[in-house]
C-alpha cells in the first residue's frame, strides 16, 4: 500500500526540518567550533531527537491505529491481533503526546538560551531567567497532564472494554497545551522588544532582525490552528497528528533561522546605521565585527565569549559605564591575554585591552571616532591574577 498524503507531507516537512538543524550545526561550528558551542546549541541536538522520535510515532500510529472512536461494538468485531495493534498504536500515541511536547520545550530552551547570551549582563538576562523558570513548570504541569488526565495509566491504550472519551480523546491534552505553551511563547517574544526598541539602527534592519528574534508568532499560531482543528475533529487521529507535525516543523524554522542566516549573506545587515560595511576597511575580533566607526556588528548564529551581540564582562581594571542596556550593542571590546614565564619561574601576565570609541564621557579621555589600546603588566611570583 502506497504512502498516504498525510505520510507524504509528514516525512517531507521532517527532511526539511533535518536540512535546517544539520545546517544550524554547521554554521556554528563555522562560526564558534564545536568547543564553543552552548546551551542553545545542545538544546538543537535534543530537537533532532524528538523530531525524529516524533515522526516514528506518526508512522506506527498510522501502521496500527488507536483506541480513539472504538466503542464497545465496535470492539467487539475486532480480532485479538487487531486489538493488540491499536493498543500498540495507542502507547505509541501517548509517547508521540510526551515527544512532541518534549520538542516544543527543546525549542523554547534554544531561544532562551540564545536570550541569555545576548543580555548577557543586561538588566534584560533577569526576564529571561524568570521566562525560563516559568518554562520549566510549564513544562510539568502539560506532562503531568498528559499521564494524570486517565487513570490508571493502562486506560490510555486500553482498547476492549472501551475507556471512555475522557481517555481516548484526551481533550485536556489540548487544552492545557493550548494555554501554557502560548502563554510561555508570548513571554519569550517579549524579551527581545526592549533592546530593539533602542538599538541605533535603521527601520528595515530592525524589522528584519525583529522578524528573526520574534519569530514565535509563528508557533503562536501554528498552536492556535492545531488545537482548534484538532478539536474540531477530536474523533479522528490523522487531523491532530499532522497539525503536530505542521507545528513543530514551523517552530524548528523559526527558531533557527537567526543561526543559519549568517550562511546566506554577510553580517552588514546588522551594523549601527552609522558604521559602514566589511569592505569598507571592517575588523573582526572576538566574534565582532567592526567597522571603521568602532561600532560593532553582532552576527546573530557567532558567538565569543561573552555571548553573542554582547562585549564580554569588564575586569575590574577597566570598567566602562554603560549608559543604556542597549550599549551592548555598540560597546565593542576585544581583550587579549598573554602569559610569560620568566627563567625564575614568576609569571608575567600582558593584558591588551582594545577598545573602540566613538562616545565620550567624564571617567575616560576623549578620542573621537579612535581607538584606545590600554596594555597591563601584572607580575606575579606563582601565578597571574587575571583569567586568562
Not at 495493534?85 to 518534549?102: D, H, K, M, P
Request: proline share 4%.
Amino acid at each position: 500500500m502506497g504512502a498516504t498524503p498525510f505520510q507524504k507531507e509528514a516525512w517531507t516537512e521532517y527532511g526539511i526540518g533535518v536540512i535546517i538543524l544539520l545546517m544550524r550545526y554547521f554554521a556554528r561550528w563555522k562560526a564558534v567550533g564545536f568547543k564553543g558551542w552552548q546551551g542553545d546549541d545542545y538544546f538543537a541536538i535534543a530537537c533532532l531527537v524528538f523530531w525524529t522520535a516524533e515522526l516514528t510515532m506518526l508512522e506506527l500510529i498510522g501502521q496500527n491505529g488507536t483506541n480513539i472512536g472504538v466503542s464497545n461494538e465496535i470492539g467487539a468485531t475486532l480480532t485479538d491481533e487487531e486489538i493488540h495493534a491499536r493498543e500498540f498504536g495507542s502507547q505509541c500515541l501517548l509517547a508521540g503526546w510526551n515527544f512532541y511536547v518534549t520538542l516544543i520545550w527543546c525549542l523554547k530552551g534554544c531561544m532562551l538560551s540564545f536570550y541569555n547570551r545576548i543580555t548577557l549582563g543586561l538588566k534584560q538576562q533577569i526576564a529571561v531567567r524568570w521566562t525560563a523558570g516559568a518554562c520549566v513548570l510549564a513544562y510539568i504541569g502539560v506532562i503531568s497532564v498528559i499521564w494524570g488526565h486517565c487513570t490508571p495509566v493502562h486506560k490510555n491504550w486500553q482498547v476492549v472494554p472501551s475507556p471512555g472519551d475522557r481517555c481516548t480523546l484526551a481533550v485536556a491534552n489540548y487544552l492545557t497545551l493550548v494555554v501554557l505553551n502560548i502563554s510561555t511563547d508570548l513571554a519569550i517574544v517579549c524579551i527581545p522588544v526592549p533592546l530593539l526598541w533602542k538599538v541605533r539602527l535603521s527601520i528595515p534592519r530592525k524589522l528584519i532582525i525583529g522578524l528573526l528574534l520574534c519569530s514565535g508568532v509563528f508557533i503562536m499560531i501554528a498552536t492556535l490552528l492545531r488545537c482548534i482543528l484538532s478539536l474540531r475533529d477530536i474523533e479522528g487521529i490523522n487531523i491532530s497528528t499532522i497539525w503536530a507535525i505542521r507545528e513543530t516543523f514551523v517552530g524548528i524554522i523559526a527558531v533557527n533561522a537567526a543561526s543559519i542566516k549568517p550562511l546566506f549573506s554577510a553580517s552588514r545587515w546588522l551594523k549601527s546605521s552609522k558604521g559602514t560595511g566589511s569592505g569598507d576597511g571592517g575588523q573582526k575580533s572576538s566574534g565582532y565585527t567592526m567597522g571603521k566607526y568602532g561600532y560593532p556588528l553582532a552576527t546573530i548564529g557567532g558567538s565569543s565569549s561573552a555571548g553573542e551581540g554582547v562585549p564580554p564582562p569588564k575586569s575590574t581594571a577597566t570598567k566602562r559605564h554603560r549608559s543604556s542596556p542597549t550599549d551592548a550593542f555598540y560597546d565593542n571590546s576585544s581583550e587579549e591575554h598573554m602569559v610569560k614565564v620568566t627563567p625564575d619561574h614568576h609569571v608575567e601576565t600582558v593584558r591588551n585591552d582594545i577598545r573602540a570609541e566613538s562616545t565620550t564621557s567624564s571617567d575616560r579621555v576623549h578620542v573621537p571616532d579612535g581607538i584606545v589600546v590600554t596594555t597591563t603588566y601584572e607580575v606575579n611570583q606563582y601565578r597571574s591574577t587575571l583569567d586568562v
